[in-house]
């Protein structure tokens, strides 16, 4: 069964990094395609970035150049690394799997597992 712990979120100042981590549970399984989701209140769940088992990664492209997203298999878990931080990626941060399919798509709605989240606010 995957499941998805997000940890790292936090508060930080615009120009600042921040680095989150998702533990996930019934990695092979999971780890085909995992990715990194955001949603600020009002606003639709978005796509940050996604990997897939062979390493190729996909960015959405407000953050693109700024963000990286990275995996260690020993340790079973999902990296985002986030620099150049702006007020606009506050939001709260979600890590998503999608067994089963070899690619590293952007849309929430293909993905099947998700973390609880964990919230970034940047002033």
């Known amino acids: 069964h995957v499941q998805l712990v997000e940890s790292g979120g936090g508060s930080v100042q615009a120009g600042g990094s921040l680095k989150l981590s998702c533990h996930v549970t019934?990695?092979?399984?999971?780890?085909?395609?995992l990715g990194w989701f955001r949603q600020a209140p009002g606003k639709e769940r978005e796509g940050v970035a996604a990997?897939?088992?062979?390493?190729?990664?996909n960015y959405g492209h407000s953050v693109k150049g700024r963000f990286t997203i990275s995996q260690d298999n020993a340790k079973k878990t999902l990296y985002l690394h986030m620099n150049s931080l702006k007020p606009e990626d506050t939001a709260m941060y979600y890590c998503a799997a999608r067994p089963g399919w070899v690619d590293s798509s952007l849309v929430a709605g293909h993905y099947i597992y998700w973390g609880q989240g964990t919230q970034v606010t940047v002033s």
């Open positions: 990997i897939e088992r062979g390493g190729n990664t």
């Open positions: 019934d990695y092979v399984t999971a780890k085909p395609c």
